[in-house]
């Protein structure tokens, strides 16, 4: 595959020369990689974007085989700003039901964070129609462009905006 995917993070160890770096081990459901990643939310299970060797990331960043502080990493788990999604530190965390090898532009973009929004209660979305209207509260992208969403998590109100 030429251009990032969805895999699965099933290893991840402590870099033997690098407080801050891990060596995780990813699947993308036929093929294990290791890939070097400084993300502090990067953790065992979680499904994540892998850009491998010989891809491009959205922003242009061609990924080539490195080694980082001497461990090979064969691609890059990517943040949402590795994708040119926004500026939000970490990896992008996405929900267990998206497939291994799926990609990453086919996932709703409402999943592309590295918080989980998934997790947390929506409680209200805002929608742009081709008309220009605001629509509250649709749930369907069909009727436009995603604007913003309202989550409720931890006794608090959260908002999520979209580009």
Request: with cysteine; hydrophobic share 35%.
């Given at each position: 595959?030429?251009?990032?995917?969805?895999?699965?993070?099933?290893?991840?160890?402590?870099?033997?020369?690098?407080?801050?770096?891990?060596?995780c081990t990813v699947?993308?459901?036929?093929?294990?990689?290791?890939?070097?990643?400084?993300?502090?939310?990067?953790?065992?299970?979680?499904?994540?974007?892998?850009?491998?060797?010989?891809?491009?990331?959205?922003?242009g960043v061609k990924?080539?085989?490195?080694?980082l502080r001497g461990?090979?990493?064969?691609?890059?788990?990517?943040?949402?700003?590795?994708?040119?999604?926004?500026?939000?530190?970490?990896?992008?965390?996405?929900?267990?039901?998206?497939?291994?090898?799926?990609?990453?532009?086919?996932?709703?973009?409402?999943?592309?964070?590295?918080?989980?929004?998934?997790?947390?209660?929506?409680?209200?979305?805002?929608?742009?129609?081709?008309?220009?209207?605001?629509?509250?509260?649709?749930?369907?992208?069909?009727?436009?462009?995603?604007?913003?969403?309202?989550?409720?998590?931890?006794?608090?109100?959260?908002?999520?905006?979209?580009?």
């Open positions: 595959m030429n251009a990032p995917y969805v895999v699965t993070i099933e290893k991840v160890s402590k870099h033997p020369n690098a407080a801050k770096l891990k060596i699947n993308d459901g036929n093929e294990n990689y290791s890939v070097v990643c400084g993300a502090s939310n990067v953790r065992e299970g979680m499904k994540s974007i892998f850009a491998p060797v010989g891809s491009t990331t959205p922003r990924i080539e085989k490195a080694n461990i090979d990493s064969f691609g890059m788990l990517c943040s949402a700003k590795d994708l040119n999604i926004s500026d939000e530190a970490g990896i992008v965390d996405l929900p267990p039901h998206i497939k291994e090898g799926s990609a990453f532009d086919q996932i709703d973009p409402s999943f592309l964070s590295s918080i989980p929004w998934y997790t947390y209660k929506e409680v209200d979305s805002f929608w742009e129609t081709p008309s220009e209207e605001i629509l509250i509260g649709q749930q369907d992208a069909t009727k436009g462009k995603l604007l913003s969403k309202t989550y409720f998590h931890d006794g608090k109100y959260l908002y999520r905006h979209f580009n």
